[in-house]
């Protein structure tokens, strides 16, 4: 990035660079939705709503296209990445990869702090589904936050950051097809994370993968039955 990656602020506790802000501003809007899938993104109107400037813009969306959140045309600018259903099924059989493996690991290794890390992020995803199983579309973005907490208080106790890093970087990609179509699929997806919770309490790694493979393909087949995704 053009900026440095930290400012020191006046008590010396770092935070987040221009340009790191501007980063994080805009994955997140492509995650959420605000920039639509296939949008083009013109810098020299991006500037203005996120205040970099357009070296600095060009620096982020070529660090975004990696990351498969932009697609970069060349001459031709920038564009948010499309969505398929070739891609959904790709990204959730490398989540399922990923966080199968690190769910094992953190299962054998988790310790009584892991599992109150673990309890604390199912009871609010919890009180979050009550919410929109009783119609209340108000939280989704908390929704999917405490979604992403409690699987990953999962997997916390792996031991590896490289694998945390990669489930949280193909997490990224998944959720940004849940909130732009929001794929919420009631009950069963609340039964499915209670579920998941017993089995971290009881170390029954298998069983919480069997689950876990079911919650995330059904998530899948909610998605195409609906014909949310092309």
Request: charged share 25%; proline share 3%; hydrophobic share 40%.
């Amino acid at each position: 990035m053009t900026d440095a990656a930290f400012e020191i602020g006046g008590d010396d506790i770092p935070v987040l660079s221009t340009g790191e802000q501007a980063y994080e501003r805009i994955k997140h809007d492509i995650v959420f939705g605000v920039l639509q899938p296939g949008q083009r993104l013109p810098l020299d109107r991006l500037k203005s709503v996120y205040g970099v400037g357009i070296s600095t813009l060009r620096e982020i969306l070529n660090r975004l296209a990696p990351e498969g959140f932009v697609v970069a045309e060349g001459q031709r600018g920038f564009q948010v990445a499309p969505c398929s259903a070739t891609d959904l099924k790709e990204l959730a059989d490398l989540r399922l990869l990923i966080e199968s493996n690190a769910l094992a690991q953190s299962f054998q290794a988790g310790d009584v702090e892991w599992e109150g890390r673990v309890v604390a992020a199912h009871h609010k995803l919890a009180r979050m589904e009550q919410r929109l199983l009783a119609g209340d579309e108000t939280g989704t973005q908390a929704w999917k936050r405490y979604d992403f907490e409690f699987h990953q208080a999962l997997v916390s106790a792996c031991g590896s950051k490289a694998l945390l890093d990669l489930h949280a970087g193909i997490y990224d990609r998944y959720l940004r097809y849940q909130m732009v179509f929001f794929i919420f699929w009631g009950p069963t997806s609340t039964e499915d994370h209670k579920a998941l919770l017993d089995c971290a309490l009881n170390r029954d790694a298998p069983a919480a993968q069997g689950l876990l493979h079911a919650h995330i393909h059904g998530c899948i087949d909610t998605a195409l039955e609906r014909g949310l995704v092309g």
